[in-house]
């Protein structure tokens, strides 16, 4: 199939982010991933298909659209739930409970939703459609030294079509970065390399069953992509999401930054990312099950972690 056509599944496009590798940046988020990071501030991002996403405060009751969602579910796995009050006009307004055990994720009810409470996350997008949104911020990538993010979920999930953008960015003159787990077959990855300048590469945990028992996945493969990829010449921002009870403690930090010594000049700069429960009310907007959460790490201790890593050498950042 001729590239421009192929099609990739995307739940999110955010631009001017600064977040995402240097300068202002437009990242395009791929739906679906193979990991199962139980702090995932992005629940929407880890099934491959479109999910139907209900947001209560953008609901304005079932009186106001005199039930158009319940009505448009032929298998109706919508139906009336709690009240909740109007915060401007203290009205009490009638909200819906999605049956997740019988929606099929159809898109119906979400077609007749005006205030967008119900929604399909996940789109299809051509190369050519995602190409042309992006080059939409091309003046801001020239003026700021930026350019376009892949990100995810796990974007090498569907690596025809991340490799296909990548490409089309570069034939712009694009700059290009790759936000990836790493987890995925080196061939793979390695088919990325002739069109990403930059890699935005996860460390989570250094001890593989550690990693197993709580992500779902090993870490060797993910360790050894990093390292072929600093043989390859390519550089990293080593990215740690650091999260209480599992890799915030000094010996896995010290390991983690052991490593990133390892990988030597490829290592541009080691960010280190706070646990935050943000995405908590998002796991509500797609499923009725409760999610765990954890009290964020203190600055002094974020600052212990920083220091760390600073003491192997590294230039550390914490986001
Ligand atoms: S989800 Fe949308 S269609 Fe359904 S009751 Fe709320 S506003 Fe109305
Ligand atoms: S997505 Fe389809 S099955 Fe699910 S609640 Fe909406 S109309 Fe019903």
Known sequence: MDEKNLVGRIYDIQGFSVQDGPGIRTTAFLKGCPLRCPWCHSPESQAFYPQLSWVSMRCQGTALCESRCIKACAKGAIEPAEQREDAKTGEMLQMIHVKRDICDNCGDCARVCYPKALYLCGEDYTVEKLAQRLLQDKKFYARSGGGVTISGGEALSQADFTVAILKRMKAEGIHTALDTTGFAPWETLARTLPWTDLYLYDLKHMDSEKH??????????????????????????????????????????????????????????????PYHNLGVAKYLRISDKPVAEATPPSDAQMQKLKAVMEEAGLNVTIH
């Open 212 to 273: 197993k028992q709580v992500i779902g996945v090993p870490n060797e493969t993910i360790l050894d992509n990093a390292r072929k990829l600093a043989a390859a010449g390519k550089k990293l921002q080593v990215r740690i999401p650091v999260i209480p009870m599992f890799n915030n403690d000094v010996e896995n930090i010290r390991a983690t930054a052991q490593f990133c010594r390892e990988l030597g000049e490829a290592v541009t700069v080691v960010q280190l990312l």
